[in-house]
């Protein structure tokens, strides 16, 4: 059965830090490019991090520096550290496998991410 599993989400303040994980089975990340995308309510779908099969990585503007994305092939495991967190990161966030063209083939289920004091 394939699947991705999120976990690290939480509840945290402003300028705190997250660690998500998301483990795959069933299917192997290695050789293609990952990613994380977020939703929020009421918001457009936004991918916030993508590294690539050879670990280039890139981001959106508004994380920039501050959240940091990495996979480990051998564990079939990405990772989004997330650090100074601000409100407007609040949503749900989930990975995804893509697939040659970019185009997502496998997502997991999400886990919720809420900043707030």
């Known amino acids: 059965q394939v699947q991705l599993m999120e976990s690290g989400g939480g509840l945290v303040q402003p300028g705190g830090s997250l660690r998500l994980s998301c483990a795959a089975s069933?299917?192997?990340?290695?050789?293609?490019?990952l990613g994380w995308y977020r939703q929020a309510p009421g918001k457009q779908r936004e991918r916030v991090a993508r590294?690539?099969?050879?670990?280039?990585?890139t981001y959106i503007e508004s994380v920039k520096g501050r959240f940091t994305i990495s996979r480990d092939d051998a564990k079939n495991t990405v990772y989004l550290r997330m650090d100074n967190l601000k409100p407007e990161d609040t949503a749900v966030y989930y990975c995804?496998?893509?697939?040659?063209?970019?185009?997502?083939?496998?997502w997991g289920q999400g886990t919720q991410v809420t900043v707030s004091s």
């Open positions: 995804e496998r893509l697939g040659p063209i970019g185009i997502p083939d496998y």
């Open positions: 069933g299917l192997t990340f290695s050789g293609k490019a």
């Open positions: 590294i690539s099969s050879g670990g280039v990585t």
